[in-house]
């Protein structure tokens, strides 16, 4: 990759799981009932056809891994675990009240934070409130996120009884060095461990967390943690691009120094060497930071077109109303956005209060559901087309101008009316995204927001 590329592209931008973008968000406009008849009619339009879509976020953790940038509470106390599951009830409870019919899940996953911080028990609990009064939608995707060093046998066992297929282990990098600077020490027999029961227990999909330019991390390191993944064989693996967000309070990443960090070009190479060995041992780059092996699904939805995107990243199949339970969760009507209090005790209050605990939103106008459309197929297809609803595009000369200039440095093909990424605009599908972004283009932020996009 020529450096003068990466440094022209290597900005500050969005990660695009919505459009608009959080930041970018017009509370102004937004009310709790706007969102609750958003939600209403979403949840009439899709129930029925598609199901609907379940994020619970489970925010507690033992320890702080300095580099994270979730919302998460650090504790020992696992007292928490029962009051928290009697909210995440509580609060799904409203929702069902609004939908006045059996809802049909089509996928949950279990977020956060750490979901195996809580005792497998607890989690019974909690999936069985949920499917109290609610069904399983057919060809339900349930998957939840576990961590090596503290996921059981019992956790697996009790979670793939209650019908999830599908766990991605927090990995990062197998480096000492870089273990500790994250304060996540992770020996690579626990993820063996945790990866081979999975499997026996008949997980299909195993998924595993890896992240590129963490302090101290150099090329041997990408190496080695690339071909100690390989050697577990996981089905997805999710190669993240380290996203340094110290301005956003309590995500600990001030544990290490900045100049540790690999910049620019050597971060890049990290990225660029891993993709090469995982493509060479048979996956394939699927979206942005994602790779999968052809049996993994999340490869056949790639290969057809069906892959989307949303608050919880990738996902093999789309539906038009994802609600997200739990503290800072998101949620999405499809016409709407709204996010639940950040802090713990905000939600809770919220809760005690009989009030869903959503503290601001955003009502999609018709340009924004225009360029969420063309956001979303670059994201999923690396390509996007326009057509006469929408071929306004051809008269907003800084979309075209910007993208002009990426076809100059090679970056996308423009046809007569789509464009398509091509295998060197890959590393800058962000910033492809951001040609499109007006309301990023009509008021640069005033301050740090975003991380670097390469
Ligand atoms: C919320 S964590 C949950 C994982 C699980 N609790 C664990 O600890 O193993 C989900 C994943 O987000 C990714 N992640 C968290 N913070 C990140 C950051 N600042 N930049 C890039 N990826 C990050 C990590 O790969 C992490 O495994």
């Given at each position: 990759m020529e450096s003068s590329i990466l440094q022209k592209y290597n900005v500050p931008g969005p990660r695009y799981t919505s459009y608009p973008t959080v930041p970018y968000w017009d509370n102004s406009g937004f009310t709790e009932g706007l969102w609750q008849d958003s939600v209403v009619q979403s949840f009439g339009e899709s129930n029925a056809t598609q199901g609907i879509s379940l994020y619970i976020h489970l925010p507690f953790c033992e320890s702080m891994c300095t580099f994270c940038g979730c919302n998460k509470r650090i504790t020992k106390n696992h007292a928490v675990e029962a009051a928290y599951i009697s909210a995440i009830l509580k609060e799904w409870a409203m929702y069902r009240d609004l939908f006045r019919q059996r809802p049909r899940?089509?996928?949950?996953?279990?977020?956060?934070?750490?979901?195996?911080?809580?005792?497998?028990?607890?989690?019974?609990?909690?999936?069985?409130?949920?499917?109290?009064?609610?069904?399983?939608?057919?060809?339900?995707?349930?998957?939840?996120?576990?961590?090596?060093?503290?996921?059981?046998?019992?956790?697996?066992?009790?979670?793939?009884?209650?019908?999830?297929?599908?766990?991605?282990?927090?990995?990062?990098?197998?480096?000492?060095?870089?273990?500790?600077?994250?304060?996540?020490?992770?020996?690579?027999?626990?993820?063996?461990?945790?990866?081979?029961?999975?499997?026996?227990?008949?997980?299909?999909?195993?998924?595993?967390?890896?992240?590129?330019?963490?302090?101290?991390?150099?090329?041997?390191?990408?190496?080695?943690?690339?071909?100690?993944?390989?050697?577990?064989?996981?089905?997805?693996?999710?190669?993240?691009?380290?996203?340094?967000?110290?301005?956003?309070?309590?995500?600990?990443?001030?544990?290490?120094?900045?100049?540790?960090?690999?910049?620019?070009?050597?971060?890049?190479?990290?990225?660029?060497?891993?993709?090469?060995?995982?493509?060479?041992?048979?996956?394939?780059?699927?979206?942005?930071?994602?790779?999968?092996?052809?049996?993994?699904?999340?490869?056949?939805?790639?290969?057809?077109?069906?892959?989307?995107?949303?608050?919880?990243?990738?996902?093999s199949s789309a539906t038009q109303l994802m609600i997200g339970l739990g503290v800072s969760s998101i949620s999405d009507s499809w016409y709407s956005f709204a996010q639940n209090e950040k802090t713990l005790e905000d939600y809770y209050h919220r809760i005690e209060q009989n009030e869903l605990p959503v503290f601001r939103g955003h009502i999609l106008n018709d340009e924004d559901l225009i360029i969420r459309k063309h956001i979303l197929n670059l994201m999923c297809r690396f390509t996007t087309s326009w057509d006469n609803d929408d071929d306004y595009f051809n008269e907003l000369p800084e979309v075209l101008w910007d993208l002009r200039e990426m076809e100059r440095d090679g970056l996308l093909a423009i046809e007569d009316t789509f464009i398509e990424v091509t295998e060197k605009g890959l590393p800058f599908v962000r910033n492809i995204c951001m040609a499109f972004d007006l309301r990023l283009k009509r008021k640069a932020p005033e301050t740090k927001l975003f991380s670097m996009t390469i």
């Open positions: 899940i089509k996928e949950l996953h279990l977020g956060g934070g750490t979901p195996t911080f809580f005792s497998p028990e607890n989690l019974e609990k909690l999936v069985k409130g949920i499917f109290e009064l609610a069904d399983a939608a057919p060809g339900y995707e349930f998957s939840f996120e576990g961590h090596p060093n503290n996921t059981t046998r019992e956790h697996l066992q009790t979670l793939y009884d209650l019908g999830f297929r599908r766990v991605s282990f927090g990995v990062q990098d197998y480096s000492e060095t870089v273990q500790k600077a994250i304060n996540r020490i992770q020996p690579f027999e626990n993820v063996a461990k945790v990866t081979l029961m999975a499997r026996e227990i008949g997980y299909t999909s195993i998924s595993h967390d890896l992240v590129f330019g963490l302090p101290y991390q150099t090329v041997e390191n990408i190496v080695d943690t690339i071909e100690k993944t390989n050697a577990l064989r996981p089905d997805r693996i999710s190669f993240y691009s380290y996203a340094h967000v110290p301005w956003i309070k309590g995500t600990g990443q001030r544990g290490f120094d900045d100049t540790s960090l690999p910049k620019d070009n050597e971060k890049r190479r990290l990225y660029e060497i891993g993709k090469k060995i995982l493509c060479d041992k048979g996956y394939h780059e699927i979206g942005m930071d994602h790779f999968a092996l052809e049996s993994d699904s999340m490869y056949t939805s790639f290969k057809n077109g069906t892959l989307h995107r949303n608050f919880m990243g990738y996902s």
